[in-house]
Nanobody
Framework: QVQLVESGGGLVQAGGSLRLSCAAS????????VGWFRQAPGKEREFVAD????????SYADSVKGRFTTSRDNAKNTVYLQMNGLKPEDTAVYYC??????????????WGQGTQVTVSS
């Protein structure tokens, strides 16, 4: 079992930045690919970004490409999502997920509880 806990969400003005963290416990995160997803009120959950086990490969949704960056520190068992140039449409609950897939499309077995990101205009 892997337990994932997101943190770093909050309220920020448009154009601002936040860094989300996804901390794992129970097992070492280095054995898992990690994805970031978000869900806005009344909308379906959508993919934001993912990162391979080693961190050498990342992918992003078109809507965040060039603004968001995901990275990982396997020594700290943590994955990060740096969000710059935030827009009101980025407002959502952000989730991280982990899975043992070796290649995309990743499948996820474990999910965090989510952290709220609110961007004011």
């Amino acid at each position: 079992q892997v337990q994932l806990v997101e943190s770093g969400g909050g309220l920020v003005q448009a154009g601002g930045s936040l860094r989300l963290s996804c901390a794992a416990s129970g097992r070492t995160l280095r054995n898992y690919a990690v994805g970031w997803f978000r869900q806005a009120p009344g909308k379906e959950r959508e993919f934001v970004a993912d990162i391979s086990r080693s961190g050498s490969s990342t992918s992003y949704a078109d809507s965040v490409k060039g603004r968001f960056t995901t990275s990982r520190d396997n020594a700290k068992n943590t994955v990060y999502l740096q969000m710059n140039g935030l827009k009101p449409e980025d407002t959502a609950v952000y989730y991280c997920a982990a899975g043992t897939s070796l290649s995309r499309p990743y499948e996820y077995d474990y999910w965090g509880q989510g952290t709220q990101v609110t961007v004011s205009s």
